[in-house]
């Protein structure tokens, strides 16, 4: 069933666990997640980022995860992440989209703060709940590395004032993680988050899942992570289920699919049972 995060992760607050969110860029992802989901009895939340629209348009992913999110026997939130421009926010509410996240981390605290609340009105308005960011989630290479991550991470304090005044449903930290793949280990600030939980009230969120141990999950969603984005594992898993195909003599997409399907399933399974969230439907 389509439902908006809200009430998916207060629950997971209230019971320490965390819900998965996976990036799907195509039907396969999609089928995987949803499907596995299923399997667990759990809810999920499936989306896109603004990142990824140049793989596949946010119309195109619409229809596709719209329908699979309403026709599924566990609640499914349909999450429209890192959306960079009031437009394309607006165009994922048009399109049917349950949620959605407006990065403007990158803005001064007083503009980030006025573009979150005013997206706030209009989604609460529409049913739909949003996810704010507050520091800043920088990536393990490119443009987005950060020389001095601690220089980023999300104030408390500063979270209490902009959780307040805004009205977020959901909070993206900045605790020593990042997007894409790790390096080196991550070091998380765990009592940071502990912090910011105890402070704001409210869920948090674990951009740059990938990569972090099973012990760093656990201690996470102890301390207040209530939703973890996944996204890397995943693609690169349906990488190696096409790859384990072709070596076993797969002649078309077709062939490969089922291979691709069954990797990222694995994926899913193993992260949505590591987050604590199988059998909370």
Not at 83 to 103: H, I, P, Q
Not at 256 to 278: C, H, N, Q, W
């Amino acid at each position: 069933m389509l439902v908006n995060m809200k009430e998916m992760l207060e629950k997971a607050r209230e019971g320490r666990y965390c819900v998965g969110f996976f990036n799907a860029v195509n039907v396969e992802m999609a089928r995987a997640i949803i499907e596995t989901a299923e399997a667990l009895r759990a809810p999920v939340i499936v989306g896109t980022a603004e990142i990824l629209l140049p793989a596949m348009p946010l119309e195109r992913v619409a229809e596709y995860l719209i329908p699979m999110a309403k026709k599924a026997s566990v609640p499914v939130a349909v999450h429209y992440d890192h959306g960079l421009t009031f437009e394309k926010c607006m165009e994922a509410l048009r399109l049917g989209f349950s949620s959605v996240m407006y990065d403007c981390s990158t803005a001064a605290y007083g503009d980030n703060l006025e573009s979150v609340a005013e997206m706030v009105r209009i989604c609460h308005a529409m049913g739909a709940t949003v996810e704010g960011e507050l520091g800043h989630v920088g990536d393990n290479e490119g443009e987005g590395r950060l020389a001095n991550p601690s220089d980023y991470y999300t104030d408390p304090a500063m979270a209490e004032d902009f959780v307040r005044r805004t009205g977020v449903d959901a909070l993206a930290v900045a605790v020593g993680n990042a997007h894409g793949d790790y390096k080196f280990p991550p070091k998380l600030d765990f009592d940071r988050i502990s912090d910011i939980s105890r402070i704001t009230g409210i869920p948090l969120v674990l951009h740059g899942g990938s990569g972090l141990s099973d012990d760093d999950f656990r201690e996470a969603a102890r301390r207040g992570i209530c939703k973890v984005n996944i996204f890397t594992d995943l693609d690169k898993a349906g990488k190696a289920g096409a790859e384990k195909a072709l070596k076993e003599g797969a002649v078309s997409l077709m062939g490969m699919i089922p291979y691709e399907i069954e990797a990222m399933k694995a994926v899913v399974r193993e992260k949505i049972t590591l987050f604590g969230s199988d059998g909370k439907a």
